[in-house]
């Protein structure tokens, strides 16, 4: 009678085990990010640049895998930094080995951005929270206009006056407008830190 009980159990234990191991991680575990408005995200990073991407690479660091991204700074709009500087974000490939975190952005050497950014105890930077803080510019081959679009276009975020996850962003703004936007929220701030 043990010896069947102690079967029965086993199975039952290997059976949930597959089960487990079947499930798509990416259904396990997810990124709820609290929605900033351009005044939040300008008040809460300390550097706002617009910068080219120059390239990544993914180390080990404290049992984790990141992903640093070198950014030529084309234009700072708050704080000061170097004309290139580095960006740590978690996840990225290491040899057979990828770690994939909804929410963070990644970045492609030669695209153009502004990034709201804070920096890091290692004295890098990363970006205010993450996707949030992440606008992407795109320039018509024929006018040669710039607009702007924030990566939340596509990610839900998490609205705390009504409790839901939704998908609002900035969709194509004028470069000019954006700026704009950020300009005043920097003088609108108490202390206008610039």
Known sequence: MMVSALRWTFRRLTLMAFLLASLDPSSICATTLKRMSIADLSRAAGVIVRARCAGNSTRWEAGEIWTFTTFEV????????PAQIAVRLLGG????????????PR??????????????????????SWVQGTFRIARDRVTGDE????????????DPASRRL?????????????????SASLDAAPGRQR
């Open 74 to 81: 084309r234009e700072i709009w708050k704080g000061s930094a």
């Open 107 to 128: 970045f492609a050497s030669g695209e153009e951005v502004v990034l709201f950014l804070e920096r890091t105890a290692a004295g890098d930077f990363s970006v205010v």
């Open 147 to 158: 607009t702007v679009t924030q990566d939340t276009a596509v990610y839900a975020i998490l």
């Open 166 to 182: 939704e998908t609002s962003a900035i969709r194509k703004m004028p470069a000019t407008e954006f700026r704009a936007l950020i």
């Open 93 to 104: 490939t290491s040899g057979n080995l990828t770690s994939s975190v909804s929410g963070v």
